[in-house]
């Protein structure tokens, strides 16, 4: 996939998730989300530091660099909140808003100059501009998530997920990495239906541990917005089952993700 797509559907997942916001009250906007400490408004704040960031990866490597190593020092999860979102929290929700377009706008633009083999560093390892973006729109994917969550609405799944999907098979080492563990070497094979009924895979069909589900399903558990028991996937084998209990499919410290209903 050339990175021009990738750019395109970043472009709408952000279009999607504005939709969904862009008529809240100033009261829907305090509402707690199902991550800790933090409001819808915090989750458009979240997504705007980070575009921010992203933008400064881009066209100043060094200056991310400095930046990024504060908030890596930072240990405590309310001072990291206080560094990245307390710019934002200031803001009226319409000034919050505004600030997220815009910052859009500025990402996109620093985007055109990237090309298919160019690579960001970021806060884990660097990485393929490709997977540079496709994180982005996981990101807002993710905290979308938590929005359409908290204000009790559907979205409709979109092909788009593919992106989310790859990104959480091909980060299957990083969740081992982040927890100062041995990454498990024996394969995963991993068959998705996507929205339009049809069948993505990962890995090879020889593959004795497996996943399998709906796409949909697969991107909430690496994105750690599901637990696996509360999907309809289907699970093969201790290596897979071992590797969806730490699936992460973002940068940063590692998360365990939201406890099993009971």
């Known amino acids: 996939m050339h990175i021009s797509q990738v750019r395109e559907d970043l472009l709408q997942e952000q279009l999607d998730l504005e939709t969904i916001v862009a008529d809240l009250s100033d009261d829907q906007w305090k509402l707690p989300t199902p991550s800790p400490r933090w409001t819808v408004a915090d989750q458009i704040a979240h997504l705007s530091y980070f575009d921010a960031t992203a933008v400064l990866a881009i066209t100043d490597p060094d200056a991310f660099q400095v930046r990024a190593n504060q908030l890596l020092e930072i240990q ?48 884990g390892p660097s990485m393929g501009s490709k997977s540079f973006l496709t994180a982005r729109l996981m990101e807002v994917w993710a905290h979308g998530q938590d929005i359409v969550d908290t204000l009790g609405v559907q979205r409709t799944p979109t092909n788009r997920l593919r992106h989310i999907a790859q990104l959480g098979y091909i980060t299957r080492s990083w969740a081992y990495i982040n927890r100062g563990l041995t990454p498990v070497e024996e394969p995963v094979f991993v068959t998705l239906t996507n929205p339009s009924e049809e069948k993505w895979e990962f890995g090879s069909q020889k593959d004795l541990n497996r996943i399998s589900g709906t796409a949909l399903d697969f991107c909430l558990v690496v994105t750690q917005r599901r637990h696996v028991t509360d999907t309809e996937l289907t699970v093969t084998g201790e290596t897979a089952t071992e590797w969806l209990s730490i699936a992460q499919a973002f940068a940063g410290p590692p998360t365990n993700g939201p406890q099993e209903n009971n």
């Open 76 to 123: 405590d999860a309310a001072a990291v909140d206080d560094y990245s979102l307390l710019k934002y929290r200031k803001m009226s929700p319409q000034e919050l808003f505004a600030s997220w377009r815009q910052g859009r706008a500025d990402l996109a633009a620093a985007a055109q100059n990237l090309g298919n083999k160019d690579r960001i560093i970021w806060y």
